[in-house]
């Protein structure tokens, strides 16, 4: 009698919970009331349940040290009904379109966007929460997104061939002011407004590429530029791909708008000959749409995602990202970017991801052996990465102690996965059709001088890399220059087992200049 039976596991108390109706301003409101509860309380978990419905992130969502866990209780922004998930999405409602005629079509809506505080250049805009394409030439072919909507550099007349300091393998580095030649037709008199869209230009092998501003058109159609690249890897070769951006005269194709900056307006093409003022249009005014900066213990939860340049940004230890929908967001950047220690992201769908799905950076200065991050990267769904950077990989992480497993990748326009550092496992992952976009390639790619050590890529399931490679004669062709694992130059001292690689064009591994590297039961 008077006995209290203790549980075996650790004492948790209840959460305090925080109920939150949709709408504008309803998350900033609920967050402020997590924080001064921590104020009387550092020892009960906080749980924000979102109920579904719309969150609008005009600003980003900025989670700080006010946020980080008291004592050892955690914060939780959830969903209160985890198969119906809360929508946060970042940017700023564009309303009151009207049509008119423009550039000579009828079928152009009109917006005024002067009084938003647009990113500039402003680089995105949400129609259904589904990205559209800025006024393009050559048009994207959604169909196939990784390869068609490009033109080819070619060397303007008169220039010498290596301009740039070097003529490597007959293609010549022909720019050193970032000069482009569009080599179907003289590009000067067609814009009446050059300056206003810039220019995306994709660089040696297609390993990546870079956006510019134009600076102006010369008489015979060279396209100038507002940057002079020094790096020799990141000079451009004949034939390397390029495309064109917001300029009045592009807007030809559904789901195509263009900025006019001058006037504080956006003309849009909707899909499908739909009236936005029927469905919801957000533009680019955000950066990152979540940032989690020295929040330590927060966990988000069954979140839907969309928007921003960055849709989560964690630089803390201690968070975990699980069971969100995350989607059409990281313009340049990644969907969800990692730095710091004991961080999980699991159990996530990604898709339509301007550059990688997820990254892992390493922590500055940790370079002892004994340095771990635990950094887990389990159960993520990531498909078609890379749809405004050609350097676009599913899952891309450094450092050291990071594990990624049983991830399901495909759609990516570089690799399905890219390491660099030491002491990391890559395991029963599933990755197929990728390298739709670049050459030099692989559905694993990593490594470099002497990373490796103590790294381990086994029981995963490589298939479908392609590759993407333009000859001497400047002609693109599938399969070429990709392989199924493929630890670059240097690389020592990791174990390569039990996987299963298939219908890669240059083979199952390519090993470049590796050393203590053990190769074993694999097929």
């Not at 008169?158 to 080599?183: C, F, K, M, N, T």
């Not at 220019?199 to 002079?228: C, E, F, M, P, Q």
Request: with cysteine.
């Amino acid at each position: 009698a008077g006995c209290v039976e203790l549980s075996d596991g650790p004492f948790e108390p209840e959460p305090a919970v925080i109920d939150v109706a949709p709408g504008a301003g309803a998350l900033d409101a609920a967050l402020e009331q997590a924080v001064a509860f921590r104020q009387t309380d550092v020892l009960r978990p906080v749980e924000i349940r979102l109920w579904p419905g719309r969150y609008p992130l005009v600003a980003t969502l900025k989670l700080d040290s006010r946020f980080a866990r008291g004592e050892w209780a955690p914060l939780v922004i959830g969903a209160a009904d985890p198969a119906n998930k809360p929508h946060l999405e970042a940017g700023a409602v564009v309303t009151g379109w009207t049509k008119g005629g423009f550039a000579g079509r009828d079928d152009v809506w009109t917006a005024d966007v002067a009084g938003l505080p647009l990113l500039d250049p402003c680089r995105s805009l949400l129609f259904n929460s589904r990205w559209m394409t800025p006024a393009r030439w050559p048009n994207r072919d959604p169909a196939r997104p990784f390869t068609v909507g490009y033109a080819r550099a070619r060397m303007p007349e008169g220039l010498p061939r290596g301009i740039g300091g070097a003529s490597v393998a007959g293609y010549g580095i022909w720019q050193d002011e970032l000069a482009v030649l569009r080599h179907d037709w003289k590009a000067g008199g067609r814009w009446a407004n050059p300056t206003e869209g810039w220019v995306r230009v994709a660089y040696r092998h297609n390993w990546s590429d870079a956006t510019y501003r134009i600076t102006g058109v010369t008489a015979d159609g060279v396209i100038k530029l507002n940057a002079a690249h020094t790096e020799p890897e990141s000079l451009y070769y004949v034939w390397d791909h390029y495309c064109v951006f917001n300029l009045r005269e592009e807007l030809d194709a559904p789901g195509e708008w263009y900025w006019d900056r001058a006037a504080g307006k956006i003309h849009f093409i909707p899909p499908n000959g739909e009236d936005p003022n029927d469905g919801l249009t957000v533009v680019d005014t955000v950066d990152k749409a979540i940032e989690v900066s020295g929040a330590g213990g927060l966990r988000l939860e069954n979140l839907e995602i969309s928007g921003g340049r960055t849709a989560v940004s964690i630089t803390a230890d201690d968070v975990t990202v699980r069971g969100c929908a995350i989607h059409d967001c990281g313009q340049r950047a990644s969907a969800i970017s990692v730095k710091g220690h004991r961080v999980t992201v699991s159990d996530n769908d990604l898709w339509n991801v301007g550059g990688n799905g997820i990254s892992v950076n390493e922590v500055s200065g940790e370079t002892l052996v004994t340095d771990r991050m635990e950094v887990k990267v389990d159960n993520n769904y990531i498909h078609h990465c890379g749809l405004s950077n050609v350097g676009g990989t599913g899952i891309s992480f450094r450092g050291q102690g990071v594990s990624v497993t049983h991830n399901l990748i495909h759609d990516c326009s570089r690799h399905g996965m890219n390491w660099n550092g030491r002491f990391n496992e890559v395991g029963w992952n599933r990755i197929r059709h990728v390298s739709y976009g670049s050459d030099d390639t692989a559905a694993i790619y990593g490594g470099g001088w002497c990373q490796g050590v103590g790294v381990r890529i086994h029981h995963n399931h490589f298939s479908d890399a392609y590759g993407y490679h333009c000859g001497n004669d400047g002609q693109y062709v599938f399969n070429a220059l990709c392989s199924g694992i493929y630890p670059d130059e240097g690389s020592a001292g990791l174990t390569v087992d039990h996987n299963y690689v298939q219908n890669c064009h240059q083979g199952a591994m390519h090993l470049h200049n590796g050393r203590w590297i053990t190769i074993s039961n694999n097929v």
